[in-house]
């Protein structure tokens, strides 16, 4: 009798544990892969209006698309044509308008029969006018951290003009634009020119030192690129960086793992491929001034000389030449990057001022008032030692 009543109670219990009361098919779930953030411009309200104002209740609709500041565009594949059984596009592409980002997504259910998931998001592009928009971009930072749904491995990136267009581009050899750049991404240890800068570090340091980098991505129809950044400060957009100043500040940051850079030596000219093994940043006091100190080495290999000059690469007065003309050109170049940054942006993108708030906290006491006009009369000191550790062969 109790064996029978524990099993009644079990299968009870079962009951009401088993299932999935909230599951969605597969079919009508809307894996968003790509999310594109644009400011509404005057010329979409206008058409708004035109369209609104063929409805019955125009009017009214009218009124309520005045006060749209955002165009989202979400992108999400056709699972139906990746498993064999639809036809069509290979990705949906759908773009709605709203007051915030979540008023936009609300929307967008009225349009689309899927449930957005946005759990293997891999991009976020956000366009240059929204990022420049103080208010704006405070809004969107606040609304992704608040996303239980979006990871901080997700690429975050900024565009010249209209975010829409880079999700709209197909490159080549997968039309989904959103895994081709995060394949991009994946090539960071090749080239300095791409940032190490995900979403996790771009929210960290914007709370940490109210600055920080995002890469710049630009797209044309059927082409993509990622190279150099935007520099971010009192959360908006200031301006750009270069491909060769990105790579600059990547090797101030202390996070390359090789750049290719060529100097002339003898009159020959000299590629060679650098691997930074090490970079030490020290901020200090000295007769009541910031300085900032950067001891940067690096070492490498020549990778190509000229033809049928067998042992000038091999001579070592010629490799010394190579170390010292390296020294020096990477010195020149990372010193003006560092002053475009200190004085022309006036952002302190390799947190100087995090690195006395940790290490030198009765320095920062004194400082963190007036740090903002304190970091771009700072005086910097840069050493770089370059070593040359191989040749290449030749056959």
Same mark, same amino acid.
């Given at each position: 009798?109790?064996?029978?009543?524990?099993?009644?109670?079990?299968?009870?219990?079962?009951?009401?544990?088993?299932?999935?009361?909230?599951?969605v098919?597969?079919?009508?779930? &809307?894996?968003?892969?790509?999310?594109?953030?644009?400011?509404?411009?005057?010329?979409?309200?206008? $058409?708004?209006?035109?369209?609104?104002?063929?409805?019955?209740?125009?009017?009214? !609709?009218?009124?309520? @698309?005045?006060?749209?500041r955002?165009?989202?565009?979400?992108?999400?594949?056709?699972?139906?044509? *990746?498993?064999?059984?639809?036809?069509?596009?290979?990705?949906?592409?759908?773009?709605?308008?709203? !007051?915030?980002?979540? =008023?936009?997504?609300?929307?967008?259910?009225?349009?689309?029969?899927?449930?957005?998931?946005?759990?293997?998001?891999?991009?976020?592009? *956000?366009?240059?006018?929204?990022?420049?928009?103080?208010?704006?971009?405070?809004? *969107?930072?606040?609304?992704?951290?608040? @996303?239980? @749904?979006?990871?901080?491995?997700?690429?975050?990136?900024?565009?010249?003009?209209?975010?829409? !267009?880079?999700?709209?581009? %197909?490159?080549?050899?997968?039309?989904?634009?959103?895994?081709? *750049?995060?394949?991009?991404?994946?090539? /960071?240890?090749?080239?300095?020119?791409?940032? =190490?800068?995900?979403?996790?570090?771009?929210?960290?340091?914007?709370?940490e030192?109210?600055?920080?980098?995002?890469?710049?991505?630009?797209? @044309?129809?059927?082409?993509?690129?990622? &190279?150099?950044?935007?520099v971010?400060?009192?959360?908006?957009?200031?301006?750009?960086?270069?491909?060769?100043?990105?790579?600059?500040?990547?090797?101030?940051?202390?996070?390359?793992?090789?750049? /290719?850079?060529?100097?002339?030596?003898?009159?020959?000219?000299?590629?060679?491929?650098?691997?930074? %093994?090490?970079?030490?940043?020290?901020?200090?006091?000295?007769?009541?001034?910031?300085?900032?100190?950067? &001891?940067?080495?690096m070492?490498?290999?020549v990778?190509?000389?000229?033809f049928?000059?067998?042992?000038?690469?091999?001579?070592?007065?010629?490799?010394?030449?190579?170390?010292? /003309?390296?020294? /020096? !050109?990477?010195?020149?170049?990372?010193?003006?990057?560092?002053?475009?940054? $200190?004085?022309?942006?006036? &952002? =302190?993108?390799? $947190?100087?001022?995090?690195?006395?708030?940790?290490?030198?906290?009765d320095?920062?006491?004194k400082?963190? =008032?007036?740090?903002?006009?304190?970091?771009?009369?700072?005086?910097?000191?840069?050493?770089?030692?370059?070593?040359?550790?191989?040749?290449?062969?030749?056959?």
């Amino acid at each position: 009798m109790a064996k029978g009543k524990m099993g009644i109670l079990i299968l009870g219990v079962i009951c009401f544990l088993s299932g999935c009361w909230d599951k969605v098919e597969i079919d009508k779930q &809307a894996f968003v892969l790509g999310i594109a953030i644009d400011k509404f411009e005057k010329e979409e309200k206008a $058409q708004q209006k035109a369209d609104l104002e063929m409805e019955s209740n125009g009017a009214r !609709e009218t009124e309520e @698309s005045a006060r749209n500041r955002y165009s989202v565009t979400f992108t999400y594949p056709n699972t139906g044509l *990746i498993a064999g059984k639809g036809e069509g596009d290979p990705n949906f592409i759908f773009t709605s308008v709203g !007051e915030n980002l979540n =008023d936009v997504r609300k929307l967008l259910t009225s349009r689309i029969d899927s449930n957005l998931y946005f759990g293997h998001t891999k991009l976020i592009v *956000i366009g240059e006018e929204a990022a420049k928009d103080t208010v704006m971009l405070r809004e *969107i930072f606040d609304a992704i951290e608040r @996303s239980p @749904s979006l990871g901080r491995k997700i690429d975050l990136m900024i565009t010249r003009g209209k975010a829409k !267009e880079v999700l709209s581009c %197909s490159p080549p050899p997968t039309p989904a634009v959103a895994l081709f *750049i995060r394949d991009l991404m994946m090539q /960071q240890s090749r080239t300095a020119r791409i940032p =190490d800068a995900d979403l996790g570090y771009i929210l960290r340091s914007m709370h940490e030192s109210n600055t920080a980098i995002a890469p710049r991505i630009i797209c @044309s129809e059927d082409d993509v690129k990622v &190279a150099g950044c935007a520099v971010l400060k009192d959360f908006k957009m200031l301006g750009w960086l270069g491909e060769l100043e990105t790579r600059n500040l990547m090797i101030l940051m202390n996070k390359t793992r090789s750049i /290719q850079i060529a100097v002339k030596v003898d009159g020959v000219e000299t590629g060679c491929e650098l691997r930074q %093994s090490l970079g030490k940043m020290k901020v200090f006091e000295r007769d009541g001034e910031i300085v900032i100190s950067f &001891a940067i080495e690096m070492e490498g290999e020549v990778e190509q000389h000229m033809f049928e000059i067998r042992q000038g690469a091999y001579i070592d007065k010629f490799i010394k030449n190579v170390e010292t /003309q390296l020294a /020096q !050109e990477l010195k020149a170049q990372i010193e003006s990057t560092f002053i475009k940054i $200190q004085k022309e942006y006036g &952002a =302190d993108l390799v $947190q100087a001022g995090e690195y006395l708030r940790k290490f030198q906290p009765d320095i920062w006491e004194k400082v963190k =008032d007036n740090w903002d006009e304190i970091f771009p009369n700072a005086e910097v000191e840069i050493t770089v030692k370059a070593a040359i550790r191989r040749v290449g062969t030749v056959r």
